[in-house]
């Protein structure tokens, strides 16, 4: 069972998860560490992101099962469009 400082613990949400990783970020770009701070923090961070990582795969794997209708050739499948502020409904 993960202890209470895993990172990629049961109850910790995606978004949580992803602002801790960006603050380690932050921490490690300001320089002001030790080595060993440093590397610590790396290796949380590098847990962190694997975490992230395999959520993300998961929901892709659900999104692409929801919008596969069953018969559909490769030609038919969908396509992922990323959003962008002239077309925020990705179309």
């Known amino acids: 069972m ?8 049961a109850g910790s ?8 990783l960006e603050k380690l970020a932050e921490k490690l770009h300001d320089g002001k560490l030790s080595l060993e701070e440093a590397v ?16 993300l795969s998961r929901v892709e794997r ?4 929801l919008t596969r209708e069953p018969g559909a050739g490769e030609e038919d499948e969908p396509t992922l469009e990323l959003f962008s502020p002239e077309n925020p409904s990705g179309m």
């Open 62 to 65: 659900r999104v692409e099962i």
């Open 40 to 55: 610590a923090l790396f290796e949380e961070g590098m847990r962190l992101a694997q975490s992230l990582e395999k959520d």
């Open 13 to 20: 949400g995606f978004e949580e998860r992803l602002a801790r």
């Open 2 to 9: 993960p202890s209470k400082s895993d990172p990629g613990r």
